[in-house]
């Protein structure tokens, strides 16, 4: 199990890296990075060390969701059109969390496990900043197992 964890972590960043869109298997998520750079300020979340800050612009199709995950550090994600709805692995009610066009959703990453779903009709954009990415390429995301709180 830690090898394939492992593997599967390595994949990512190493696609990650060469700027190729990582999703889960929903068949219906793309994502593509926008920005990314290197933050050399005294301000650091990962002690001394530099980490990455990413801008990736997200759709979803709908019916599509991002599978179960958590991100290395924080991940601000803007609506830009449609509806981002969010579970929580945390929440043994799995009771689901709107984000409309134009709402702001912090999450905490860290281990925070959670999914987001597009439930609505209409494909769902959102332009997505992280930041404590490991620096030089690393993953913005990582897969979890579903946390079996919720059918969602």
Known sequence: MKKALALALA???VAVAAGIAVATPSGGVSASIVARG?????VKTRGTEPYDAVTQQITIAPGGHTGWHTHPGNAIAII???TLTVYEGD???CAPHAYNAGDVYIDPGHGHVHIGRNEGTAPLEILVT???????GGAV???QPNPGNCSA
Request: charged share 40%; aromatic share 4%.
């Open 38 to 42: 290197i933050a050399k300020e005294k």
């Open 11 to 13: 994949l990512a960043v």
């Open 91 to 93: 929440d043994p009610d």
């Open 141 to 143: 995301r990582i897969d």
């Open 80 to 82: 830009k059109s449609g």
């Open 130 to 136: 992280y930041v404590d990415v490991p620096a030089g």
